[in-house]
């Protein structure tokens, strides 16, 4: 079955601490792509970032990082010295069979200032 | 270059009538899929067209139902509206490569359904 599991339902951090959220997936696919998504409290979803199943290669972005792990099947996400206007919503998805996408079930993410 | 447009962003309706929603993809991109966006059930995919074809479809009951232009316009409908029908629905677009298949998400339609 193709799924994407973000435990973390909600969480809350004070300004400038860093935070890393968690995305497990499983896909049958040998080739797939992993996305993480911002969605503000506007509404509107943000690309962030996209990976491929053959660049295992992290990334750092400014404050976010991404571990892209295919031994644990994980793609987490940190944000490090986290900022008020990080607050938001975040999803991480998948796609596989070429068009098929799936979503987490997102992480609230909330940094108190 | 512009993102992708909704209209409208705002509806409210009553049970048993029908809505159309619009999304207006980026410039360049042929591909248009639509989702739901609800409390409970998270972000659950509509169905997706390519080129005026719907390529992929959702576990939704035929009540919903899309269509694609030829400038790749789409637009969504829900008929005989049910209360559960109430959500944001959120259009996004993408190039369709392999090297470039993210989606950009448009700002959505929140439907109310009373």
């Known amino acids: 079955a193709q799924k994407v599991t973000q435990a973390q339902t909600e969480i809350s951090v004070v300004e400038k601490e860093d935070v890393t959220l968690d995305c497990v997936y499983e896909?049958?696919?040998?080739?797939?792509?992993l996305f993480w998504y911002k969605q503000p409290p506007s509404g509107e979803l943000v690309f962030l970032i996209r990976?491929?199943?053959?660049?295992?290669q992290n990334e750092i972005s400014g404050r976010y990082s991404w571990n892209f792990q295919k031994s644990t099947s994980s793609f987490n996400f940190t944000i490090t010295a986290s900022q008020v206007v990080d607050s938001a919503v975040y999803f991480c998805?998948?796609?596989?069979?070429?068009?098929?996408?799936?979503f987490g079930a997102g992480t609230r993410l909330t940094v108190k200032p | 270059k512009a993102g992708v447009t909704q209209t409208p962003r705002y509806l409210i309706k009553t049970r048993g009538q029908q809505v159309t929603l619009s999304c207006s993809p980026i410039?360049?991109?042929?591909?248009v899929s639509w989702y739901q966006q609800t409390p409970g059930q998270g972000l659950q995919f509509l169905f997706e067209?390519?080129?005026?074809?719907?390529?992929n479809k959702g576990n939704f009951p035929g009540r919903f139902s899309g269509r694609q232009f030829s400038n790749s316009r789409s637009e969504m409908n829900v008929s005989t509206l049910e209360l559960g029908d109430s959500a944001l629905y959120l259009c996004?677009?993408?190039?369709?490569?392999?090297?470039?298949?993210?989606?950009?998400f448009g700002p959505g339609t929140r439907l109310t359904v009373l």
């Open positions: 410039s360049g991109h042929r591909s």
């Open positions: 896909t049958r696919d040998t080739t797939y792509y």
């Open positions: 998805a998948l796609r596989y069979n070429n068009n098929d996408m799936r």
């Open positions: 990976r491929n199943s053959f660049d295992e």
């Open positions: 067209y390519f080129s005026e074809t719907q390529r």
């Open positions: 996004a677009s993408r190039l369709d490569s392999p090297s470039y298949n993210e989606q950009f």
